[in-house]
């Protein structure tokens, strides 16, 4: 999951905007995915005694989460362009850009491991080779259909049983001779 900060520098960083940082951390913590988050954070990162700097390295801690970019961002010698992960997600070669405005471009690799697919097994009924008249008279022939008197004392329990029993044995029969 890749996630998009922006907080314009014209604006002064508020409670909201480390309110909807803490959520999005707190939502991040949940999935089981590589999550990155990365953008303009317009906090002065690189002045470790600024109160915002401080906040925003104990939120990160307390989510288990790393700051990677670790040169200046801005052209007034700032990092405020961040790339921020997790300690499970790797990200490597973090390298600052061309300045494209007062902020540079900054560029990462994100290295994820592709899970192997997984197999799955299936086995099925060769359903356009049954014989719906026979079996239509096979399944009247069996005691769930022609000995009603006999089921009437069941529990529901036992019912389900001998349906699941008789519809099973009776398919499997179909399938023997739908082979010959």
């Given at each position: ?8 520098g ?48 104990d ?24 790339v ?22 900054v ?27 026979a ?10 259909c ?16 001998l349906y ?17």
């Amino acid at each position: 999951m890749l996630l998009g900060v922006y907080w314009p520098g014209s604006q002064a960083l508020s409670a909201a905007f480390s309110d909807e940082l803490l959520a999005l951390l707190e939502l991040q913590s949940v999935y089981s995915c590589p999550v990155v988050v990365c953008g303009d954070f317009n906090i002065h990162v690189d002045q470790p005694d600024v109160t915002h700097a401080i906040h925003l390295a104990d939120l990160l801690s307390s989510f288990g989460c790393t700051q990677h970019v670790n040169e200046p961002t801005h052209t007034a010698g700032h990092i405020l362009d961040l790339v921020i992960s997790t300690m499970t997600t790797r990200i490597k070669d973090v390298r600052i850009g061309d300045t494209l405005s007062d902020h540079a471009l900054v560029c990462f690799t994100l290295q994820l491991n592709k899970p192997a697919p997984a197999t799955e097994y299936v086995t099925c009924r060769a359903w356009r080779r049954l014989s719906h008249d026979a079996f239509a008279s096979d399944l009247a022939a069996l005691k769930l259909c022609c000995d009603l008197d006999g089921c009437e004392n069941m529990s529901v329990d036992d019912l389900v049983q001998l349906y699941n029993h008789v519809l099973t044995e009776l398919l499997s029969l179909c399938d023997s001779a739908s082979e010959e």
